[in-house]
């Protein structure tokens, strides 16, 4: 889709929070950038600083960033950083809410309105596709709907006994499945499994 449109590489980038540390590298669920390329910009530079990133969390609407932007401001700017001339974001949300972004980078020319309507639609359907395929299993890391809803009390700061209230089970219950939360998402302990589970988008 990216050649057919006159771009070099593809990327789907998971959003997460906006004030999160992050890194590219962490932020790629899938792409075809030149090996090492986003381990290289990672040693240089802090995604979350970049104007483009900022962005795509204050707007949902697809964009086209130029290398020469001025809008890309000085010491921010990853199309620079990356070595490419042209990136187009595609805004995409999967289903479970999480926030996701189409990217298309090349150091193609300038699109016009039909292509560019065109490989929005079309990123819009291949995500789809893939967050079914792909994304949609490890989202929730294999947590059941009763586990997911115990996780969730217990990111409220909910005991086992209250939990059992509130969902009207066993004490006993909320343990075994808290254990199987534990094991599942391969922690130690309640903040740890909390922490993950967060930046994990498996719970808000």
């Known amino acids: 889709m990216s050649l057919r449109y006159g771009f070099d590489h593809f990327g789907i980038l998971q959003l997460g929070n906006e004030g999160d540390a992050c890194m590219l590298t962490n932020r790629l669920a899938l792409h075809d950038l030149p090996s090492g390329l986003a381990e290289e910009y990672d040693k240089r530079h802090r995604f979350g ?13 697809p964009s ?21 001339d042209m990136l187009m ?23 016009d309105q039909q292509a560019h309507f065109a490989l929005c639609y079309d990123a819009v359907c291949a995500f ?3 967050y079914r395929l792909v994304l949609s299993n490890k989202a929730g890391l294999g947590l059941t709907p009763r586990e997911t809803e115990i996780l969730r009390w217990i990111s409220h700061g909910k005991t086992a006994s ?3 209230l509130i969902v009207s089970v066993s004490e006993h219950t909320v343990n075994s499945h808290t254990a199987t939360i534990l094991k599942k998402l391969d922690v130690v302990n309640r903040t740890q499994m909390v922490a993950k589970a967060i930046r994990e988008q498996i719970i808000q």
Request: charged share 15%; aromatic share 12%.
């Open 64 to 84: 086209i960033w130029k290398a020469d932007d001025p809008h890309l401001g000085h010491g921010s700017n990853l199309l620079g950083q990356l070595g490419f």
């Open 49 to 61: 600083d970049s104007v483009v990133f900022k962005s795509l969390h204050t707007s949902s609407i």
């Open 128 to 130: 789809d596709y893939f």
């Open 162 to 164: 209250e939990i059992a």
């Open 89 to 111: 974001c595609v805004p995409v949300t999967g289903i479970n809410g999480a926030r996701y972004a189409v990217l298309f980078l090349g150091d193609g020319e300038d699109m």
